[in-house]
């Protein structure tokens, strides 16, 4: 499908709740719409693990929710592209959002970039980050089991992560800096009536010390001024968890909308901005409530504001936009139409047989597929007494079945040494040899869609990439490039993608993605207590969500 060759109404940056919500209300409306998403859909919400606020919904997890919101965005007719808003030309009456796939042309524009979690500032937090400092519950809970936690924050969010920690960790000691939570009541009295809970209110957190672990913080009484120090009751290592809130992701919009002291863009209440057919949604606005239900109504709002404009806009630019697509309704048997992002069953959940992909995905994936250039070879380590290589092998087939593009092999890559971290995967050209992008372990979860675009940028014609940063890729130094991932990860994606597609453009680099839930030794040789984390030639060199620029200016340097 070629973007770039028309013009739609409008273009949602964004596929949060309020960019979903804004696609249904424009699609609705007979608008032709394109939403762009950089990573996976759903936004923040999709790692919450229990939604039971949102009215008319019992229970749901937040991909599920939005899931579903997709899915009515397509039924009336929405596009979707995977790709990352790199530039914005809001000049004229036609705007133009500079993309990683190319050059995107619309008459409105709804922005609902989101924000990224906020730092506190303590002394440490920096060091420890991903070596006892994480800010995601549901990504990095799991590497603290059996410790005790430091929870840092008083609002919903805080409450709600210190709940599904408790799950993993011995004891929680939340550390609010106000005299009482700022959520629900209810939230607030589960989270006291919770044994494994005990909350500190009016107090701060200043520094934590340690080695290769936090061992020791300094905590300050609000109230007195006092300051003491703390340890846990064993003596052991514990970890910190920050929920302070999100900072807006106002980077792309700074200099071209306005924003205020603290980020937040510059709008009215409906979201309209400074310039004629532009708005903004969702965690860019400032706002007293940030739920997913206010960034629904955010979405629908902005959709129904800009919905007046484009009706003028139309007329007054004398062109033709790209024609709506039909609103379908699926009879209740069929999965919603296909998109750029390959849905399919995590692995522990495949229920169709035992198969990993439904009949949908599968179509969906022979898509894809048929666009290939260049044959591949997917090269397969096994270990015979490793019950997750069955799983690989079983994967592997599967994708291998749908496409004369892609041949399965067993064994060890040409050219190349044989890994004692299996199972792996390696992409390589059509005689066998690697590309130097690896997989060790099975690539589910939130890690199928990195895993396939990875295979559709190794066999061609793959994701747009600019001459100047093809350039820089190919003028980096040989180096090996270790990620490590957790697969319920929501950051993680967006590193593996970037990372391989380095690897994949420049001979000399080489990464390697592993699940470190099957290698425990990797993740305490580099003592890594949160995802992703990038090393390289031996050494981890970043944490958390990365851009393809901004790994490329880390490794520059």
């Known amino acids: 499908m070629n973007f ?301 504001a800009l919905e007046k404009y484009l009706s003028d806009a139309r007329k007054l630019a004398g062109i033709t936009t790209r024609a709506s697509r039909e609103i379908r309704k699926p009879a209740a048997h069929e999965k919603p139409p296909a998109t750029e992002s390959v849905p399919a069953k995590d692995s522990e959940n495949a229920d169709n047989d035992g198969k990993f992909f439904d009949e949908a995905a599968r179509a969906q994936l022979q898509g894809v597929f048929a666009r290939f250039e260049n044959k591949i070879v997917l090269a397969a380590e096994l270990d015979d007494s490793n019950a997750v290589s069955d799983e690989l092998k079983n994967f592997l087939e599967e994708i291998a079945e749908l496409s004369d593009k892609i041949e399965l092999r067993f064994g060890t890559p040409a050219g190349t040494d044989a890994t004692a971290l299996r199972p792996c995967v390696t992409i390589c050209d059509a005689d066998g040899k690697s590309r130097g992008a690896s997989f060790h372990g099975v690539p589910g979860g939130h890690e199928i869609n990195s895993f396939i675009i990875a295979l559709y940028n190794a066999a061609g014609p793959g994701q747009a990439l600019d001459d100047a940063t093809r350039e820089r890729i190919r003028a980096l130094a040989p180096r090996k490039i270790e990620v490590l991932v957790s697969l319920s990860c929501t950051q993680c994606p967006e590193v593996v993608v970037a990372t391989q597609r380095i690897a994949l453009e420049n001979p000399e680099i080489s990464t390697d993605v592993l699940d470190i839930a099957h290698f425990p030794a990797i993740r305490e040789r580099y003592n890594v207590m949160s995802v992703p984390a990038i090393a390289v030639n031996g050494k981890i060199i970043a944490f958390g969500k990365k851009s393809l620029p901004q790994i490329l200016e880390i490794l520059e340097h």
């Open 4 to 304: 770039s060759d028309s013009i739609y109404d409008a273009v949602i940056i964004g596929a949060g709740p309020a960019g979903l919500s804004a696609a249904i209300y424009l699609s609705r409306a007979r608008f032709s719409v394109l939403v762009l998403e950089r990573e996976n859909i759903g936004g923040q919400i999709t790692i919450t693990d229990e939604v039971v606020n949102y009215p008319g919904v019992l229970h749901a997890s937040g991909k599920a929710l939005t899931e579903t919101m997709r899915q009515q965005a397509e039924n009336f007719g929405a596009e979707f592209l995977t790709a990352e808003a790199r530039e914005l030309d809001f000049t004229g009456t036609v705007k133009t959002i500079r993309t990683t796939r190319g050059d995107i042309r619309a008459l409105g524009v709804v922005v609902a970039a989101g924000a990224r979690p906020r730092a506190v500032g303590f002394k440490g937090e920096a060091e420890f980050r991903g070596r006892g400092v994480a800010y995601c519950a549901t990504c990095d809970g799991e590497f603290f089991t059996g410790k005790e936690l430091l929870v840092i924050g008083g609002g919903f969010s805080a409450c709600e992560e210190a709940i599904f920690l408790t799950r993993y960790a011995k004891k929680i000691t939340m550390l609010v800096r106000r005299d009482e939570f700022s959520c629900a009541q209810s939230v607030a009295e589960e989270v006291l009536a919770n044994p494994k809970i005990s909350v500190r209110f009016n107090t701060e957190l200043l520094e934590i010390r340690g080695n290769a672990a936090p061992e020791s913080a300094i905590l300050k009484n609000n109230k007195t001024g006092q300051t003491e120090e703390f340890r846990t009751e064993d003596g052991d290592s514990f970890g910190v968890f920050v929920f302070v809130g999100y900072a807006p992701a106002s980077d792309l919009i700074k200099d071209k909308i306005g924003i205020d002291k603290d980020g937040f863009a510059i709008c009215d209440e409906e979201g309209k901005t400074g310039i004629d057919g532009v708005y903004v949604a969702g965690d860019l606005r400032r706002k007293r409530l940030r739920q997913v239900v206010t960034a629904v109504a955010d979405g629908a709002t902005s959709a129904t």
